[in-house]
C-alpha cells in the first residue's frame, strides 16, 4: 500500500507535522496532560469504564478498579513525580584524553509512534503505554483490540475528548487497520499481543527500521519445592490463575511440583477454588468469563485433547458455552503433546507437572522458550538461587504471583520470544525516547592536536 492510499496517512502527516510542538513541551505540561487522563480514569469516566469491561466478558467491578484502573493511575502518580528528573540533560563524565569538553545525555522524543494493545486488560494495556509516550513528548496513535468492542468504544470517547488528534488519537478496527498503520513510518511501535503477531509487527517495522518495544506472551511456569509453604503457595497460585479468568500475560501458566506434595496441591486447590468462587464459580460475582467463543472453543478444544490423551482432571472441569464459562480445573498427567503443555493457556486451566529434582525441573523450563514471568515457591535461598541462576525469564516473583507488575520500580517485559523491551515508570519512558548524545567543546583539546599531518611528534604522543 501507498502512503497516499492509506487510509490513516493523513491523521499520521498531522501528527508528523505536529511532532516538535508536542516534543518541546515542558514537564509541567506534559504533567497536566498526565492529569487529565488521570482525572478521566478516576472520575468522569470511572463507571463507564466498569460497565464496558463487564459487557464485555463479566469482569467484576473490583477486579476493574485494581487491574485496570489503578495500575495506570498508579504510573500517572510515579511519572508525575520523576519526570522533571528524567528530562533533565544529564551531564556525564569525559575521559581526560578529551579534556576541554563536557558531555550530556539528551532523553529526547522518538517522534510519532504506534502502540497496539491486546483485549485482556485493555485499559491498562492501552493507556500504560501511552503515559509513558506522553512522558516522552511524543504523539501517538492507539489501536486497541477488536475483542473488546465496548471498551475500544468507551476508550475512543475517552481520547477524542481529552486530546487533540494531531496529538494523540485513537483508531477502533480490526487486524486490517492494524496492518494498514503498520505501512506507515512511525518513529516506535509499542506492541502487546502475541508472540506470533509480535513477528508480524517486527517485520513490518523493520521496512522502517522503526523501532519495537514488543510486550509478549508465553508459558509462564511457577515451581513449588518441598520446603514451600503449599497452602499459602496454592493460594496464590489459584488468585493469579483465575484472576481475569486466566486471561493474564504473566497468570501462572502450569505448575512444577515437587512429587511428594501432588495430593496436598489437589486438596488445597479445591479448598482455595471454593473459599474465592464458592461451590459453583458459575454463580460466583467475582469470576469473569472467557472473551468470546472463539477463544472458550481454543479452551475447551484443549481440555478435550489433553483428556482424550488420558490426563486426569483432578479439580473443576465444567464448562458452558453459553457464556463461555469455564471452571478453574487443574489438570493432572499430561502428556508433551497435548496442546495444554504446548501453548499458552490464557484461561484458568492449570497443568500440573511434578518433578523429582529441582534439576529435573530446570531443564525442562529451559527446553522451552524463555517465559514472560517464572515463580517460585520455596523457603530455601539455596533452591532459589539455584533456579534464578540457571534459568532465564523476562521476571520473577518469589513466593507469589503477579505482583511485579506493579512495581514502577522494576522493568517488566520478556526476554526473546516473551519480548524485547521493557515498560513501566522509567524504562517505558527510555523505550519512548531517544538517548542523545550531546558533546560539546570549550577549548582547544587534545584530539585537535592529532589531525593531519601525522608527523613523528605526533606518533609520539599517541604511543
Ligand atoms: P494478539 O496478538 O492476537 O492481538 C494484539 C493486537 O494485535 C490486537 O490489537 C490485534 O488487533 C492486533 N493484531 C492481531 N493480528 C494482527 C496481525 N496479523 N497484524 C497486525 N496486528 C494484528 O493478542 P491478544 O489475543 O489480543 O492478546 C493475548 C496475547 O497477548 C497473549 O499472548 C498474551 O500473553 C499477550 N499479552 C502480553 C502482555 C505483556 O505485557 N507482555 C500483556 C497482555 C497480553
Known amino acids: 500500500m501507498n502512503d497516499n492510499n492509506n ?3 493523513q491523521l499520521f502527516q498531522k501528527q508528523k507535522a505536529n511532532q516538535f510542538q508536542v516534543g518541546n513541551t515542558s514537564y509541567k505540561e506534559r504533567i497536566k496532560k498526565l492529569k ?23 469482569k467484576p467491578q473490583l477486579e476493574t478498579d485494581l487491574t485496570e484502573i489503578y495500575p495506570v493511575v498508579d504510573e500517572i502518580n510515579f511519572v508525575k513525580q520523576e519526570l522533571k528528573t528524567w528530562l533533565k540533560r ?35 494495556l492501552t493507556f500504560g503505554p501511552l503515559v509513558s509516550a506522553i512522558a516522552g513528548g511524543n504523539t501517538v496513535i492507539l489501536k486497541p483490540s477488536e475483542m473488546t468492542p465496548n471498551t475500544s468504544k468507551l476508550m475512543a470517547k475517552m481520547v477524542s475528548a481529552l486530546f487533540d488528534d494531531n496529538e494523540i488519537a485513537l483508531v477502533e478496527g480490526e487486524v486490517e487497520t492494524a496492518q494498514a498503520l503498520l505501512e506507515l513510518p512511525f518513529n516506535h511501535i509499542f506492541f502487546t499481543g502475541s508472540p506470533a503477531v509480535g513477528k508480524i509487527v517486527m517485520k513490518a517495522a523493520s521496512k522502517h527500521l522503526t523501532s519495537v518495544t514488543l510486550e509478549l506472551g508465553g508459558k509462564s511456569p511457577t515451581i513449588v519445592d518441598e520446603t514451600a509453604h503449599l497452602e499459602k503457595a496454592v493460594r496464590k497460585i489459584v488468585y493469579g490463575k483465575c484472576t481475569n479468568a ?41 469470576y469473569s468469563r472467557i472473551v468470546n467463543n472463539k477463544h472458550f472453543e481454543r479452551l475447551k478444544n484443549s481440555l478435550d485433547d489433553a483428556k482424550d490423551k488420558g490426563a486426569s482432571i483432578d479439580a473443576g472441569g465444567a464448562l458452558n458455552p453459553s ?37 529435573e525441573a530446570v531443564n525442562y523450563i529451559n527446553s522451552k522458550e524463555k517465559p514472560l514471568a517464572l515463580y517460585i515457591f520455596s523457603k530455601s535461598k539455596k533452591n532459589t538461587d539455584y533456579i534464578i541462576n540457571n534459568t532465564r525469564a523476562g521476571g520473577t ?39 542523545r548524545s550531546l558533546l560539546k567543546q570549550h577549548t582547544l583539546g587534545a584530539v585537535d592536536l592529532l589531525k593531519p599531518p601525522y608527523t613523528n611528534w605526533k606518533q609520539k604522543l599517541v604511543d
Open 90 to 124: 544529564k551531564q556525564v563524565g569525559t575521559p581526560l584524553a578529551m579534556l576541554g569538553s563536557s558531555s550530556y545525555i539528551i532523553n529526547e522524543p522518538k517522534g510519532v509512534c504506534l502502540i497496539i494493545s491486546p483485549w485482556n486488560y485493555p485499559i491498562n
Open 323 to 359: 457464556h463461555c464459562y469455564i471452571e478453574p480445573t487443574l489438570v493432572s498427567e499430561l502428556t508433551e503433546d497435548t496442546s495444554l503443555m504446548q501453548e499458552e493457556i490464557f484461561g484458568p486451566i492449570l497443568p500440573l507437572k511434578t518433578f523429582k529434582t529441582l534439576e
Open 246 to 286: 486466566g486471561q493474564t500475560c504473566i497468570a501462572p501458566d502450569y505448575v512444577l511440583l515437587q512429587e511428594s506434595l501432588k495430593d496436598e496441591f489437589v486438596q488445597h486447590f479445591r479448598k482455595e477454588v471454593k473459599a474465592f468462587y464458592s461451590q459453583n464459580p458459575e454463580e460466583s460475582t467475582s
Open 36 to 58: 487529565r487522563l488521570k482525572h478521566a480514569l478516576e472520575h468522569t469516566y470511572k463507571q463507564e469504564i466498569r460497565d464496558a469491561l463487564f459487557a464485555d466478558f463479566k
Open 7 to 9: 487510509p490513516y496517512s
Open 397 to 435: 516473583c518469589l513466593n507469589h504471583n503477579l505482583l511485579q507488575y506493579l512495581n514502577h520500580h522494576l522493568p517488566f517485559g520478556g526476554s526473546n520470544n516473551s519480548g524485547i523491551g521493557k515498560s513501566h515508570g522509567y524504562f517505558g519512558f527510555l523505550e519512548f525516547t531517544n538517548q
